[in-house]
């Protein structure tokens, strides 16, 4: 088992910056791919960034491209989301998940293990 817990959502300006971060604990961190995903209301969950577990490429969705990176600590058992430039399509729960599958996993259905979510607000 895998627990993740995220933090560092809020309320933040458009154009403004957040920082999230996802605590892992459980298994050896490093042994999993890492994603963050985002639900807005009344939408499906999509995904947001990828991190993987061997080489640490990434890989991101085209609406965030160039704004958000995605990065992991292994000695801290840690990946973040730097969000920055953000705008009011951002608005979501935004959630952190785990899969120890080789590859980069887009669908949601495919990751293992899931974080509770944290609030990100972009206001105009």
């Known amino acids: 088992q895998v627990q993740l817990v995220e933090s560092g959502g809020g309320l933040v300006q458009a154009g403004g910056s957040l920082r999230l971060s996802c605590a892992a604990s459980?298994?050896?961190?490093?042994?999993?791919?890492m994603g963050w995903f985002r639900q807005a209301p009344g939408k499906g969950r999509e995904l947001v960034a990828v991190i993987r577990r061997n080489d640490g490429s990434t890989y991101y969705a085209d609406s965030v491209k160039g704004r958000f990176t995605i990065s992991r600590d292994n000695a801290k058992n840690t990946v973040y989301l730097q969000m920055n430039s953000l705008k009011r399509e951002d608005t979501a729960v935004y959630y952190c998940a785990a899969h120890s599958r080789i590859g980069v996993i887009v669908t949601p259905n495919l990751y293992e293990y899931w974080g509770q979510g944290t609030q990100v607000t972009v206001s105009s």
């Open positions: 459980g298994r050896t961190f490093s042994h999993f791919a």
